[in-house]
């Protein structure tokens, strides 16, 4: 089946510090990827969702300046979280769906679970 | 405007028992229903979901939902539950090409 690759799956920085994201679709072109959070013991929020070869859409009250979203592939999404602080520790998940007509399964990536110190 | 509504957040089950996880969402369109798993840190996995035709969905490790239009409802079940399902579950919709909307999650645990 089809698989998304995210990476890495852990990372601590440092207060101030940048942090690059990696989600690829490994199976098949995503012309859309979807960037979530989820804070302990809470559900997923959607932060953004990545357009290739466009801007992405970020959602009400996400910082576009500060979680910057490539797309530059049609495999690949990147999310970075510029001078992280620790309130930016949190779990980020991201989200490809195949654009095949008939798939509507989003596949999950694995996750990054980052810890700003 | 879609949502969803996971009334429970924490479900405790003895093995070998059945469980029922529920979910109700709201949506003026047609949806596709999801439930996903998640594992400690780790991404989500599709269970199952509903799309159109039988209302009876089965999906992986013997977990089954039935969606009730009238009800707006997508109820997980499972018959008998193992140590091993013991995670985070979540209940999803989607209108044609949308992301998907979440439900807060019910963490399953399975008593031994």
């Known amino acids: 089946g089809a698989v998304v690759s995210q990476h890495p799956s852990r990372v601590i920085c440092k207060s101030g510090t940048s942090v690059k994201i990696e989600c690829r679709s490994l199976d098949f072109q995503a012309t859309t990827m979807f960037w979530y959070r989820q804070f302990p013991k809470q559900s997923l929020m959607l932060m953004a969702t990545s357009n290739e070869g466009s801007k992405a859409t970020y959602e009400q009250g996400v910082e576009k300046d500060k979680f910057l979203i490539n797309h530059a592939s049609l495999t690949l999404s990147t999310l970075t979280v510029t001078s992280a602080h620790p309130e930016d520790s949190s779990f980020y998940i991201c989200?490809?769906?195949?654009?095949?007509?008939?798939?509507?399964?989003?596949?999950f990536g694995q996750g990054t679970r980052l810890t700003v110190v | 405007a879609q949502s969803v509504t996971q009334l429970d957040s924490q479900v405790p089950v003895f093995e070998e028992a059945p469980v029922e996880l529920r979910c109700n969402y709201s949506?003026?369109?047609?949806?596709?229903l999801f439930w996903y798993v998640q594992y400690p840190n780790q991404g989500l996995q599709l269970l199952l979901k509903y799309l159109s035709g039988s209302t009876l969905v089965k999906g992986i490790n013997g977990f089954e939902a039935e969606f009730n239009k009238s009800q707006t409802s997508f109820h997980l079940r499972k018959p008998s539950v193992h140590i091993s399902d013991t995670a985070e579950y979540f209940c999803?919709?989607?209108?044609?090409?949308?992301?998907?909307?979440f439900g807060t999650g019910t963490r399953l645990t399975v008593i031994p």
């Open positions: 989200s490809a769906r195949d654009p095949v007509p008939g798939r509507t399964e989003a596949f």
């Open positions: 999803a919709v989607r209108t044609g090409a949308n992301n998907l909307f």
């Open positions: 949506s003026s369109v047609s949806v596709y």
